[in-house]
């Protein structure tokens, strides 16, 4: 799988990461090989699929709060902590602080979504949720 973004799907709306058009969701980390299995044999394609295991995460979270000037990462750091965004990333980076990976997966249509969701709560996902255009849905 590819590395995590700084820009794309784990992009950063005003300093937030939203991954817009994404299904998102923390699980253990054999439970999400199982997860990319199924979801591949589901259709889903590949390269909408991004599995990032914990340390990838952390790291990558390091490397986005080391860029910028002060102001900026003071700034992105205020915001975050302001918005409902910025409260569903924290739950997430704790999930990874405590091992878990995380998954995202690109869905167009709902009835894309359903399935998604389906599929990552039989591996016992957690925190499933669809990022839209301006909203998100938890889907547990």
């Known amino acids: 799988m590819a590395g995590l973004e700084l820009n794309g799907i784990f992009a950063r709306m ?15 980390a054999r439970a999400g090989v199982a997860a990319v299995e199924a979801l591949l044999a589901a259709g889903i394609p590949g ?26 990462r003071d700034g992105a750091t205020f915001t975050g902590a302001l918005s409902d965004e910025g409260l ?23 009835a894309q979504v359903d399935e998604v969701r389906r599929i990552l709560a ?8 669809f ?7 938890a889907l547990t």
């Open 47 to 72: 390269d909408g699929i991004r599995l990032h295991d914990s340390l990838r995460v952390l790291g990558s979270v390091g490397a986005i709060h080391g860029r910028g000037t002060r102001l900026q």
């Open 14 to 28: 005003l300093g937030v990461w939203y991954p817009m058009g994404y299904v998102v969701a923390a699980l253990d």
């Open 122 to 129: 039989a591996q016992a996902a957690r925190g499933i949720r």
């Open 88 to 110: 569903l990333r924290q739950e997430y980076l704790d999930e990874a602080g405590a091992g878990a990976s995380l998954i995202a997966v690109r869905a167009a249509e709902p």
């Open 131 to 137: 990022y839209g255009d301006g909203f998100v849905t």
